[in-house]
Nanobody, 124 residues
Framework: QVQLMESGGGLVQPGGSLRLSCATS????????VAWFRQAPGKERQFIAA????????IYADSVKDRFTISEDNAKTTVFLSMIDLNPEDTAVYYC?????????????????WGQGTQVTVSS
């Protein structure tokens, strides 16, 4: 059974940085692309970034590509989202998700597994 667990959220001041982690487990998970989405209060869930397995690279939403970086550890068990220059508009619950193929998608409906989310609040 595939499981995803996010961590690293919290309260950060505007202009600050944060790194989120998505711990993954389960059969074949290292072959599944992993993405980050976020959902702000009253808004739809939004694609942020996704990383392909086997060096197919990463894709980003235009709104964050200059500030956010997605990466994974060498063991391919944890996917990170490094965020810099945060602003209040980045406040949201951040979710990681996995798709049962190595090439990612920007569409949330394509993802097969989801974590519970971690709250990020950007406020002074």
């Amino acid at each position: 059974q595939v499981q995803l667990m996010e961590s690293g959220g919290g309260l950060v001041q505007p202009g600050g940085s944060l790194r989120l982690s998505c711990a993954t487990s389960g059969r074949s998970i290292s072959n599944y692309a992993v993405a980050w989405f976020r959902q702000a209060p009253g808004k739809e869930r939004q694609f942020i970034a996704a990383i392909a397995r086997s060096n197919f690279g990463a894709i980003y939403a235009d709104s964050v590509k200059d500030r956010f970086t997605i990466s994974e550890d060498n063991a391919k068990t944890t996917v990170f989202l490094s965020m810099i220059d945060l602003n209040p508009e980045d406040t949201a619950v951040y979710y990681c998700a996995a798709i049962r193929k190595p090439i990612p998608s920007g569409q949330q409906g394509d993802y097969d597994y989801w974590g519970q989310g971690t709250q990020v609040t950007v406020s002074s």
